[in-house]
């Protein structure tokens, strides 16, 4: 290293580590761990992980629709599923651990976690570009400075508190940011995947692309049939194949996504054998479905995962920028016509539970009365809530409950008083707004099948005097008028994360309620939402962290912006029985990047499927 440039690096690290200043807690590490301490630290390998799985078979799954775009980052068009695979990011997720990354194409980084103002990643010089070129500082710089002022609008605002980027040397690059305590940042940083400058030159970043794209990461593109499939090959030349993150992963010699257009001929291309790995979300199909001979000959295996992440938040979604919307009171009593009890016994066999909070089947979940901690981050805000809201955050939450008849009477009483002490009235079984104005709404999906799960909530709306119309459009269309918040009434499904920051701004934030194309669908303006927000994203570790989201979750559920519904604490799979998994599972995550084919049971695969055609 050229002096000038060890010197730099000195004043940039190591002064600040010597001196008893305000930098004094600024750490080089092997890993980021935020708000937690790594478990992994110096293993040869993950414990979730078979350093002897052998190499070699194939993976395939489903996709829905159809794609055309090889730039995940751009935000334009469909962008195909596994592009991942041909990209490495700055560090590797732990799947075990929330917020812990050990090193990928970062070796360590440099920052305060306490006062995190500044990270600074120091670069593996191994790693290359699948076409052997290093990957550099000047490529981790270039690829910031697109997402930054070319990504999606949605990636811009999750990067907004990057102010810039600088190369220090050849493998070092220093990351500022905009505020001075962002502990998150460097986690979120360390997640975006790498693009080599030199293969962009000449090339027009936002523009959709069929064209590979040079990456860094275990997999190439092998093929692809636009628009139906795409498959990809491991590359036996990649880089990182011997660090401890990528002991016993990435296995298959071969990955494919193969695209359908409707979720229940895709079930049958997997009983056929067309894809070997199948998720399935659908209640009716797991309890009833999967008796076809492949299942009872045992090639076929259903696996069931228990994870431990908060569940992903199903929701009807009020617009609160149109009337009646913006009316706590109306949106509380809607609350009240959602019969669960019912829905789960007649249409889901048992298999959901109600979803009480935001965070659902994690620690982040509120959960009782507020605690002393709690109440003190509600407190200044108490005066300035909405009476209904007030009451909400301060009480032991539980959504109505009903008797599972199909009938929900005593809700929907519940519901009609609510709405005569609001200043409702009713004319001719049909609800009138304060004003005399007779409520109509719309309800926007794009869904095939979804309203034999909405008929219900629709019905019992009726019974209220609500006129509701489903209005069914193409996925183009949704898109667009999701983009511009054109709807009354909408469905959404919310993954949240057991290490919330930025992205709950996206989600809640006023600022994000009026720009298109984020995801603050139900328009919410909140002051002390949005301080709760900012207080979540500036935790200064776990415990207050876990605090401060178990105030926002009491804000969002009394808040009444959505109705979150149902959901499930593990996923289902199901696959063609040629795989095996380490003995010990990964607590976040199926892991299936750490599975492996097992050749004897795979040939029985073949020789079951040739004999069925």
């Known amino acids: 290293m050229p002096f000038a ?31 937690s301490q790594p478990k992994y630290v110096g293993l040869s390998y993950l414990p979730y992980a078979n350093p002897s799985a052998p190499k070699g078979g194939y993976l395939s799954q489903s996709s829905k629709g159809t794609f055309d775009n090889l730039n995940a980052m751009n935000g334009k068009g469909t962008s195909a599923d596994g592009v991942q695979y041909l990209f490495d990011n700055l560090m590797s997720s732990s799947l075990d651990e929330p917020g812990v990354m050990y090193p990928l194409l970062a070796e360590k980084v440099t920052y305060d976690p306490k006062q995190t103002a500044f990270v600074i990643y120091h670069l593996n010089p191994k790693a290359r570009f699948s076409d052997g070129s290093p990957v550099t500082a ?6 910031f400075d697109t997402y930054t002022t070319q990504g999606n609008p949605g990636l811009q605002m999750y990067l907004s508190d990057l102010a810039k980027t600088e190369v220090l040397s050849k493998y070092q690059v220093k990351m500022s940011f905009k505020s001075d305590n962002n502990s998150e940042m460097p986690l979120i940083l360390a997640q975006m995947p790498i693009y080599s400058k030199k293969y962009w030159q000449g090339k027009d970043f936002t523009r959709v692309t069929m064209q590979p794209i040079l ?45 359908y257009r409707n979720m229940d001929v895709a079930f049958e291309g997997f009983k056929s054998g067309q894809y070997t790995l199948h998720q399935e979300y ?37 617009n609160t920028r149109r009337a009646p919307m913006q009316d706590i009171r109306f949106r509380q009593a809607l609350t009240y016509a959602y019969d669960f009890e019912w829905q789960n016994k007649a249409l889901f066999y048992g298999q959901y539970r109600r979803l009480q909070s935001f965070f659902s089947n994690s620690e982040l979940e509120a959960k009782g009365k507020p605690t002393a901690e709690e109440l003190a981050i ?21 959504y109505s409950v009903s008797d599972a008849s199909g009938f929900n009477r005593n809700n929907l009483l519940i519901a009609r008083e609510l709405l005569l002490k609001a200043g ?14 007779p409520i109509q709404l719309e309800f926007l999906i794009h869904q095939d099948g979804l309203q034999r799960t909405l008929m219900p909530f629709i019905r019992n709306l009726k019974r209220l005097g609500i006129s509701v119309n489903i209005r069914h459009v193409d996925v183009p269309q949704y898109i667009e008028r999701m983009r511009n918040k054109d709807f009354d009434l909408t469905t959404n499904v919310l993954p949240q994360s057991l290490n919330p920051g930025n992205e709950q701004s996206q989600f809640w934030g006023s600022a994000s309620a009026d720009q298109p194309g984020n995801y603050n669908y139900a328009g919410i303006k909140n002051a002390a939402i949005d301080d709760v927000i900012n207080k979540i994203i500036y935790a200064p570790d776990r415990k207050e962290l876990v605090t401060r989201t178990r105030v926002l979750d009491r804000l969002l559920r009394a808040g009444y912006y959505q109705i979150p519904t149902y959901g ?46």
């Open 378 to 398: 509600l407190k200044p805000h108490l005066a300035k809530l909405d009476p209904i809201q007030r009451a909400g955050v301060l009480k032991e939450w539980k």
């Open 424 to 437: 409702y009235r009713y004319q001719n079984m049909q609800l009138l707004d304060p004003k005399g104005k």
């Open 5 to 35: 440039v060890a010197k730099r690096l000195l004043y940039l690290v190591g002064w600040s580590v010597v001196t008893q200043g305000t930098w004094a807690a600024l750490q080089t590490t092997p890993y980021i761990a935020i708000h």
């Open 215 to 259: 990456g860094s990461g275990p997999y190439l593109i092998e093929s692809i049939d636009a628009g139906r499939s795409i498959s990809y090959k491991r590359n036996p030349n990649y880089w990182a194949k011997d660090l401890p993150v990528n002991r016993g992963k990435y296995n298959f010699d071969r990955l494919k996504f193969v695209y």
């Open 282 to 318: 659908t209640a009716r199909k797991w309890v009833t479905e999967y008796n076809f001979p492949a299942i009872k000959n045992n090639m076929v295996v259903k696996y069931k995962f228990k994870h431990e992440n908060p569940i992903p938040t199903q929701s009807f979604v009020f």
């Open 568 to 613: 499930k604490g593990d996923n289902w799979y199901a696959y063609w029985n040629m795989y095996e998994q380490p003995k010990v599972k990964p607590k976040l995550a199926v892991g299936e990047d750490f599975w492996w084919s097992n050749p004897k049971k795979a040939a029985q695969v073949a020789q079951y499927l040739r004999r069925q055609k």
């Open 138 to 143: 000047e490529d981790v710089k270039f690829s």
